[in-house]
């Protein structure tokens, strides 16, 4: 499926206003479909990095000393930044204890706190 497709699909699901859940999975989305989503969820070899509402991703991993470069695609940069810290245990490992201690990793694990 083109990237084009998945837009045209997305946009038709967004439209129809229901209060839905899609559940979509896209490797490496341009931007004009990262800008429609809701909420972002990031996994890197089974553990969850963000899950929270995709306008707060590049606040969420500028808070943990990672800056994006400007015009760089969002989800382009993140990747960027998990794989980087794949190759550097100690960078991986922050990034894991600062997901537990976010707000959103308790929302997650208590939803019906929210």
Same mark, same amino acid.
């Given at each position: !499926?083109?990237? %084009? @497709? =998945?837009?045209? !699909? #997305?946009?038709?699901?967004? +439209?129809?206003?229901? @209060?839905?859940?899609?559940?979509?999975?896209?490797? @490496?989305?341009?931007?004009?479909?990262?800008?429609?989503?809701?909420?972002?969820?990031? #996994?890197?070899?089974?553990?969850? $990095?963000?899950?929270? @509402? /995709?306008?707060? #991703?590049?606040?969420? $991993?500028?808070? %943990?000393?990672?800056?994006?470069?400007?015009?760089? +695609?969002?989800?382009? $940069? =993140?990747?960027? =930044?998990?794989?980087?810290?794949?190759?550097?245990?100690?960078? &991986?490992?922050? #990034?894991?204890?600062?997901?537990? +201690? /976010?707000? !959103?990793? %308790?929302?997650? &694990? +208590?939803?019906?706190? %929210?």
């Amino acid at each position: !499926m083109s990237q %084009q @497709q =998945v837009y045209t !699909m #997305l946009k038709l699901f967004i +439209n129809r206003n229901t @209060q839905d859940a899609i559940i979509f999975s896209k490797h @490496q989305p341009r931007y004009s479909i990262f800008k429609i989503f809701d909420t972002i969820t990031l #996994l890197s070899k089974g553990d969850i $990095f963000y899950h929270e @509402q /995709a306008k707060n #991703l590049l606040t969420y $991993f500028s808070h %943990q000393g990672y800056s994006r470069e400007p015009h760089n +695609n969002p989800i382009d $940069f =993140v990747i960027g =930044v998990l794989i980087g810290a794949k190759e550097n245990s100690d960078k &991986m490992e922050n #990034l894991k204890l600062a997901y537990k +201690n /976010a707000s !959103m990793h %308790q929302l997650a &694990m +208590n939803p019906r706190k %929210q």
